[in-house]
């Protein structure tokens, strides 16, 4: 965002934002579950999934964080999903300021509520501190379930205010790619299974969503992946007809597959460079260069009502 479209005050509060929700950064915990095939880490700190690992080959699929080049490896994205225009968002009158992706990501407060051996139940409830950036009194419970080579990721958000709530939800997940040692990006590709019709969208300098841009999938199923080819940042799906996407090698086929019957959207992005792929299936999208600034506005915002809650998830398949 262009620092003088916001105050030194707001600007302040956008910094302190990312810090008032992590009380313990240094000692994070993490919860290891298994299948017969796949082991699976999680950390407490943003329920985010750490490591997807193949109990037969010793392969990890997940990106470890290399802060090289992203620290991320699996971020979820709550309450918004990228960037606010000019930083901020209005809901009935008052002004709330919020970081890039929500608060989530940032969060050491999550707690686990259940642990078997094949699955993680995490919640986060709202405090006086969500509130002061997000009006909605609510609860979050991510679960982690594994199963032969696949994990299931749910989300369940709780409206438990008096009013409607309004949110957007995401998932973040980057894969190692090249997956083995001595390969190219090049010899991987995006895959789906229906021929799509699909442009991707521009992302201003500010992180906003600008004018549609290159017909990606021009009648195809495929993207193939090369050096250049996120160097305008991520790619922007809005009209996808498949709900499921692999990231897949040119001669040895799948490496990860995943299942987003629940989302609406799907971005495609890493960082120019970075040996790993991510996968991001979306309810919501950032603000439009155009938005009016009202939270209830946003593109793809999900609305629920009172006492009311709403279950959505994703699934990662490897090879």
């Not at 290159?214 to 799906?237: C, G």
Request: include cysteine; proline fraction near 6%; hydrophobic fraction near 35%.
């Amino acid at each position: 965002m262009l620092k003088n479209q916001i105050s030194n005050s707001e600007q302040r509060k956008i910094s302190q934002s990312t810090l008032i929700f992590v009380t313990n950064p240094n000692q994070p915990m993490h919860y290891t579950i298994q299948s017969e095939t796949l082991l699976v880490t999680v950390n407490q700190r943003g329920m985010e999934l750490s490591s997807l690992k193949s109990k037969i080959t010793g392969q990890e699929y997940l990106w470890q964080g290399d802060p090289q080049f992203w620290t991320g490896q699996a971020p979820i994205l709550f309450p918004i999903i990228g960037a606010l225009k000019d930083g901020k968002t209005s809901y009935e009158g008052k002004t709330y300021i919020l970081p890039k992706h929500g608060f989530v990501r940032n969060s050491d407060q999550a707690k686990l509520i259940k642990q078997l051996s094949d699955t993680l139940v995490f919640r986060l409830d709202s405090t006086p501190e969500t509130l002061e950036v997000y009006p909605f009194a609510f609860a979050l419970e991510v679960s982690f379930r594994v199963s032969g080579n696949s994990l299931e990721i749910s989300h369940e958000v709780y409206n438990l205010d008096r009013k409607p709530l309004y949110y957007s939800l995401g998932g973040h997940p980057a894969f190692n790619c090249p997956l083995l040692a001595g390969e190219s990006l090049e010899e991987y590709r995006i895959e789906f299974p229906q021929v799509e019709h699909d442009s991707t969208w521009m992302i201003t300098p500010e992180g906003l969503i600008g004018e549609k841009g290159e017909m990606i999938l021009d009648s195809s199923n495929e993207i193939h992946l090369h050096a250049q080819i996120f160097d305008q940042d991520a790619l922007i799906f809005k009209a996808l007809k498949s709900r499921e996407v692999s990231l897949t090698h040119c001669d040895r086929g799948p490496i990860v597959k995943m299942d987003f019957d629940d989302f609406d959207y799907l971005g495609i992005w890493a960082k120019p460079g970075a040996p790993f792929v991510c996968l991001e299936p979306w309810l919501g999208i950032a603000d439009a260069s155009d938005h009016s600034g009202q939270l209830n506005e946003k593109e793809g915002i999900r609305r629920i009502e009172p006492g009311e809650s709403e279950r959505k998830k994703y699934s990662i398949r490897v090879y």
